[in-house]
């Protein structure tokens, strides 16, 4: 890292005054590991270490010096840096804040190979689990933040407070797979790790929601000067360790199903439980290696806990895999050159892979084990390079496993230095090459890549197509270069990264190069491209209809065709002709293709217990028939069915049941059997709330049942679950003895009241209990307003809204905000909802027409849009606008849903001279949000890719 940025100091939120605190008062760690026999000494645990010829282990510092090591990295000068946690604590504790954390600097300054300087840099923190010095400083990862603590002048002395440059990463839900594992990248970029225990929402400090990102089981990367925060790819379980070959590729392990990870961009790995925040991923890459370190064929994961069999010792240990080395060192032979080492925490040794090339990416084969340890405390964390071409590794020094149900020993832990030192010893080298790591320096760019890209070598080209779309995604000759290179049959690696550019582009672009993609048919069977491709279609599809139907016909890669074909026909009840176009198109192409759309469509419609049948099916289906092969015929059967009288129960029940199976068809069969009520199914509900997967249509499905149990679930779940938070609160207001018992956790302070939006609010004033909207007053804040509170709030809000700050603001911004808040019932310039009136030809850029209808929504309002509360016969309130209904039905289209009523369960139902809008929208988005939402509805047509208003 070349360039040295200045950071203004502000105040930490984590740390507070704590920073003043003086060294001598930190805490005493304390030991609660109930394990009576005390580890090996380092020293005897080094000795009776086996290695290969030619190795052997050092002490280079064992405790009292060191503790609780749980990262180490080297700086430039080639001092270690050692991250100390002791906050961490066992279950159900987590973390033990009496306690706090400490960075060290370590120093061998006589060259005997023990370190004899120790320099405490900081001991003021809590939660840290990484440390790495860079750019004028030292980043330390400590949940909720990743902080910068200023150190320009390179004293090992902190400037000044620590500078949170971002929060939001989740700590309060998560134990062993928090936040972890910051790693300079070679592109300059900051590298970390997230686990899959719970769901972070991140961003730089202030920023709302709109602007954050949603990760959970990711590699994610951080650019100090641009402060920009991305997933790289997601998947894994609780991934601990991170490392980049020569050609520029980065591998993760990771623990339980599956040891070993090609990160590619914007990849979606197999998950231990649960789904992907994207629920149009689909389908998932397997892992890389073509082994396993335990016996699955007769053993589950967590059998280790019992102790490891002799089938797992041979194997390679066990599951639990902790940090990642690709050793380029230079110093040791030959044959470990490349070769990728990681920690085996149950097996107390480091196992051993090897990398080899297989299609457009990698496959990891099962070497020889490294190094076995005897010390039965020994639980390595991760394996670096040093500058001596050597290498390190930090030891925790505990008879726990990471579930840490056993305590914790804190006052343990060691570094070590595998040597080599035997007749085949080189000299050291630099890890990655220059034309590698050259991308981190500022001066960086486009003719440097071009260079690459003409260079022949297909890590270059590689690793330049990626760097092109990362700089210049809309350039329109970034497009014409990628095509280019595609059109040329490019090496796999190469064919990889023009998959992965896609995510990248303009989604119109993306189908011009994903056609080209989808010709090599000698990629069909391979593991990861198809998917690449369709992870880079996907949010295009229902945009360019057409284009994707193409894509898919042309494909010789028929998992491509299927999952645009899934696409597609989940949108069948709003879009039927496009599923009828498919479906005619498909007809008269090959087999394959058929195949591949009846096997999206069985995919989309999986969950459902019945469909409106496609005006095309009964030929297509035809089509099928004459040569169908058994489990053709079933599935057609299957969709026939579907077609007609529909699925049964207990098959819907069956595919919820399965955690197995695809996450998009439990949704779609927790949905239709929540559409009657069932007090059979309500048992099934409560517990199905604790599934990652269905959580938010069991949530939601509540709301249909009267039952004193359903509130405190519902209570205790909100905390634990933020990206449910809103459903569960939607399910809170939906009755009068449910809104009271929220109200309890708002005076609780269980829930705080931002939690609650203003139509949720609403929701709870139309029951029109006296005592409930007296609470809602003095907890919440009042919902209606006089007429002169009204115009008193349009004439702040004008002052405020001049001309200036208006043209000064974000509509780029503004554009999220109204997709979030307003786009759900109102459309403007073809995007939206159609619940409210059209906002594209209304008179936006008259400020009094916008803060009169937003401020004062009800006071001129058309009779289709006004709000209609209806009182169930089961107690429920259910509120929107009526788009149709019949004799036997009413359907009513709420903000968040559409719900279809019959109408001999209706008690009560009351017209409103209200509009469905909510009153103090403004008040609750706040002054920012609102500026850039005006500048957005006074724009005067769509924004430009760039962001700016045309």
């Not at 786009?823 to 803060?851: F, M, V």
């Not at 968040?896 to 001279?913: C, M, S, Y």
Request: glycine share 8%.
């Amino acid at each position: 890292m070349k360039k040295i940025l200045k950071y203004p100091l502000f105040v930490s939120l984590l740390l507070g005054s704590a920073w003043e605190v003086q060294a001598g008062d930190f805490p005493v760690p304390f030991n609660t590991e109930k394990e009576a026999a005390p580890p090996m000494s380092a020293e005897e645990a080094a000795r009776t270490a086996k290695l290969p010829p030619g190795f052997h282990l050092e002490v280079f510092a064992a405790e009292p010096d060191v503790q609780q090591p749980i990262s180490i990295n080297f700086d430039q000068a080639g001092r270690l840096w050692v991250a100390e946690c002791y906050t961490y604590a066992e279950q159900p504790v987590r973390w033990n804040d009496e306690l706090r954390d400490r960075i060290l600097i370590l120093e061998d300054t006589d060259g005997d190979g023990r370190a004899d300087k120790r320099t405490v840099f900081t001991d003021q923190l809590t939660r840290l689990t990484s440390v790495l010095p860079g750019e004028g400083g030292v980043w330390a990862l400590c949940a909720p933040n990743l902080l910068f603590i200023p150190d320009a002048d390179g004293d090992l002395v902190p400037d000044g407070e620590p500078v949170v440059m971002l929060d939001g990463f989740n700590a309060e839900n998560i134990g062993h797979t928090v936040v972890n594992g910051l790693k300079w990248g070679p592109d300059g970029w900051l590298y970390g790790r997230h686990g899959i225990m719970a769901t972070s929402v991140v961003g730089t400090p202030g920023s709302p929601k709109d602007q954050r990102v949603e990760l959970n089981c990711a590699i994610w990367r951080f650019h100090p000067g641009t402060r920009k925060f991305e997933v790289f790819c997601h998947g894994g379980t609780n991934p601990w360790g991170t490392d980049w070959d020569r050609n520029g590729q980065l591998f993760y392990t990771n623990t339980v199903i599956g040891h070993l990870w090609h990160a590619i961009p914007g990849a979606y790995y197999r998950r231990m439980y649960g789904a992907h925040l994207n629920p149009h991923a689909y389908e998932i890459v397997t892992h890389t290696a073509d082994h396993y370190h335990w016996d699955t064929g007769a053993e589950k994961w967590s059998d280790i806990r019992q102790g490891v069999t002799s089938s797992t010792l041979e194997l390679g240990g066990g599951h639990a895999h902790i940090g990642c080395l690709i050793y380029n060192g230079g110093v040791w032979p030959k044959e470990y050159q490349g070769k990728l080492f990681t920690c085996n925490l149950h097996g107390r040794r480091v196992n051993m892979d090897i990398l080899e090339r297989e299609g457009v990416g990698y496959v990891a084969h099962h070497g020889k084990d490294f190094l076995m340890m005897e010390d039965p405390w020994f639980r390595a964390l991760d394996l670096v390079c040093g500058p001596d071409g050597q290498v390190w590794m930090n030891d925790w020094s505990d008879t726990g496993e990471c579930h840490d149900s056993d305590g914790i020993h804190r006052t343990s832990g060691r570094i070590y230095h595998i040597i080599y030192d035997g007749p085949e010893a080189g000299k050291p080298t630099v890890p990655l090459p220059t034309w590698l790591t050259n991308r981190a320096n500022a001066d960086f760019g486009s003719e440097d890549v071009a260079a690459l890209l003409n260079s022949g070598d297909e890590a270059k080209q590689a690793m330049a197509v990626r760097w092109l779309s990362e700089d210049r995604p809309d350039d329109p000759a970034t497009l014409e270069t990628l095509l280019k290179i595609a059109q040329t049959y490019p090496p796999g690696l190469v064919r990889l990264e023009l998959a992965a550019a896609l995510q990248r582009l303009p989604d119109e672009d993306r189908f011009l190069l994903a056609g080209i993609l989808t010709q090599f048919e000698g990629d069909r069977d391979d593991r990861q491209q198809s998917l690449m491709i369709w992870y880079g279609v996907s949010d295009a599809v229902p945009e360019f209809p057409g284009k994707a139907i193409d894509l898919a016909i042309q494909s010789k890669l028929p998992t491509v065709t299927r999952l645009i074909s899934r696409r597609l026909c989940e949108d069948l009840e709003s879009n039927p002709g496009v599923v009828n176009s498919l479906l005619s198109t498909a007809e008269k192409s090959g087999e394959d293709i058929r195949l591949a759309v009846l096997g999206g469509m069985a995919a989309a419609f999986e969950g459902l217990g019945k469909a409106p049948a496609p005006a095309a099916w009964e030929s297509f289906s035809k089509s099928l028939s004459a040569h169908a092969s058994e489990e053709t015929a079933k599935t057609v059967q299957s969709l026939s069915v579907l077609f007609g009288d529909g699925r049964a129960r207990d098959e819907l029940l069956a595919i919820v049941e399965n955690e197995e199976a695809d996450a998009g068809a439990r949704r779609s069969a927790l949905s239709n059997l929540a559409r009657q009520t069932d007090e059979a199914l309500l048992p099934m509900l409560k517990e199905w709330t604790k599934d990652k997967v269905v959580g938010y249509q069991a949530f939601q499905a509540l709301a249909a049942y009267d039952d004193k149990g359903i509130p405190p679930l519902l209570i205790n779940q909100w905390q634990r679950r933020p990206g449910e938070q809103s459903v569960i609160i939607d399910t809170l207001v939906s009755r009068a003895s449910y809104a009271s018992a929220l109200l309890d956790a708002l005076e609780a302070g269980k829930i705080p009241r931002h939690a609650i939006s203003p139509l949720q609010a609403r929701q709870i004033a139309n029951f029109n209990d006296e005592t409930l909207s007296q609470r809602l007053g003095t907890l919440w804040g009042e919902i209606q307003v006089t007429p002169e509170a009204k115009l008193k709030e349009i004439a702040e809000w004008k002052a405020l809204l001049t001309p200036e700050t208006v043209a000064a603001a974000d509509p780029a911004h503004g554009k999220a905000t109204f997709s979030q808040v307003c786009g759900a019932c109102h459309r403007l310039y073809g995007e939206g909802g159609a619940i409210g009136p059209e906002l594209t030809g209304s008179d936006r850029h008259n400020l009094d027409y916008l803060l009169g209808n937003i401020v004062n929504p009800s006071e001129v309002i058309p009779a289709d849009y006004q709000l209609t509360v209806f009182t169930l016969k089961d107690g429920r309130v259910v509120s929107g606008v009526v788009p149709e209904q019949n004799q036997k039905t009413v359907t009513v289209q709420a903000a968040a849903e559409k719900i279809t009523l019959n109408v001999d369960e209706i008690a009560n139902r009351e017209t409103l001279p209200v509009s469905m809008m909510p009153e103090g929208l403004l008040k609750a988005l706040g002054e920012d949000k609102v500026k850039d939402l005006v500048a957005y509805l006074m724009t005067s047509g769509p924004l430009m890719d760039s962001g700016e208003g045309q």
